[in-house]
């Protein structure tokens, strides 16, 4: 079955400070991982996407790593602000050719706190 | 100069009515999405639209019926509304030409059936 587990389920951090969260995936065939931020009340942005041959990927403070091996990603925040409050969704993308199926993740909910 | 847009961003109703949801994109995308989120943040695919033709149907109860006039619409009605039916849904869209075809997401359409 495919599935896409995250930890921490909450995670609560002062401003300024690092945080890393986790993703754990079993998604066959394997296509891609994409990491979403979702503000609350809004939809979900995507943050980066990596593919099987990519093992880290970054996006202004935001740098995702993949292990394809073991089948993990994270996600690091560097010097967090009280705008990065809000969900992080992992994603995984199944399927190899043409329409792909995204499997999401329940997401790790992210405060900052001043 | 909204990407993904819906109507409307909320709903409320009672059981047994029937309602319908409007999704419009002006990216160009040529494949359209439903997903719910429930109470519990998870998002899950319901459909998902290519040049008008349905390419994925995820269990969904025949109580849900998506339309698709043109590639830059994807409708969803539903009959009958249950309580379980109270989710917030999103419409988003991406291009298949592309490649890892990114999503883009609506702000979602917070339905609520008392």
């Known amino acids: 079955k495919n599935q896409v587990e995250q930890s921490p389920q909450s995670l609560i951090i002062l401003e300024g400070k690092n945080c890393t969260l986790q993703c754990n995936y079993t998604v066959s065939p394997f296509s891609n991982l994409r990491w979403y931020k979702q503000d609350t009340g809004r939809g979900p942005v995507s943050l980066t996407i990596?593919?099987?041959?990519?093992n880290t990927k970054s996006n202004g403070r935001y740098t995702a790593t993949l292990d394809a091996d073991t089948k993990q990603s994270s996600l690091h925040i560097t010097a967090s602000q009280l705008s990065d409050s809000a969900s992080y969704i992992c994603?995984?993308?199944?399927?190899?050719?043409?329409?792909?199926?995204?499997?999401f993740g329940t997401g790790t909910r992210l405060l900052v706190s001043p | 100069d909204t990407a993904v847009s819906q109507t409307p961003k909320y709903l409320v109703t009672q059981m047994g009515n029937d309602k319908s949801i409007k999704c419009e994109q002006n990216l160009g995308h040529d494949t359209m999405y439903w997903y719910k989120q429930d109470s519990k943040k998870f998002l899950k695919i319901m459909f998902s639209?290519?040049?008008?033709?349905?390419?994925i149907n995820e269990t969904v109860p025949n109580r849900f019926s998506p339309k698709s006039p043109d590639k830059a619409h994807l409708n969803l009605h539903i009959n009958s509304l249950e309580l379980g039916d109270s989710a917030v849904y999103f419409c988003?869209?991406?291009?298949?030409?592309?490649?890892?075809?990114?999503?883009?997401f609506g702000p979602g359409t917070r339905l609520t059936v008392t």
């Open positions: 639209y290519n040049n008008k033709e349905l390419i």
């Open positions: 990596m593919t099987f041959s990519e």
């Open positions: 988003a869209s991406s291009s298949r030409g592309a490649s890892p075809y990114e999503q883009y």
């Open positions: 994603v995984v993308s199944a399927g190899d050719t043409g329409f792909q199926k995204l499997v």
